[in-house]
């Protein structure tokens, strides 16, 4: 079983940046990546990126491609979703999920542990 606890949500104007948290803790060794995805208001959940616990790379969703960076800190099992030009659509709740079995897994049933996701606003 792996917890993930989300940090870092709020409110920022379009074009600002935030960067979000992801704290992971039991039985980390066993999920292959961890991935974040984004739901909108009465849209379903969808992909945005994921990074392999092992080696570091990533992968992310087009829409987001140059302006998202995944990165993590393996000292505090925690990665990280820095977000850079904020558009209003990113306006969502961010969950962070651990799971996946291959390279380039973007399905929410890949992933089998989530966090309780966080709060991003952004203002026009």
């Known amino acids: 079983q792996v917890q993930l606890v989300e940090s870092g949500g709020g409110l920022v104007q379009a074009g600002g940046s935030l960067r979000l948290s992801c704290a992971a803790s039991g039985r980390t060794y066993t999920r292959y990546a961890l991935g974040w995805f984004r739901q909108a208001p009465g849209k379903e959940r969808e992909f945005v990126g994921a990074i392999i616990w092992s080696g570091g790379s990533t992968y992310y969703a087009d829409s987001v491609k140059g302006r998202f960076t995944i990165s993590r800190d393996n000292a505090k099992n925690t990665v990280y979703l820095q977000m850079n030009s904020l558009k209003p659509e990113g306006t969502a709740v961010y969950y962070c999920?651990?799971?996946?079995?291959?390279?380039?897994?973007?399905?929410?049933?890949?992933?089998?542990?989530w966090g309780q996701g966080s709060q991003v606003t952004v203002s026009s």
């Open positions: 999920a651990a799971g996946g079995s291959a390279w380039g897994a973007r399905r929410t049933s890949d992933f089998g542990s």
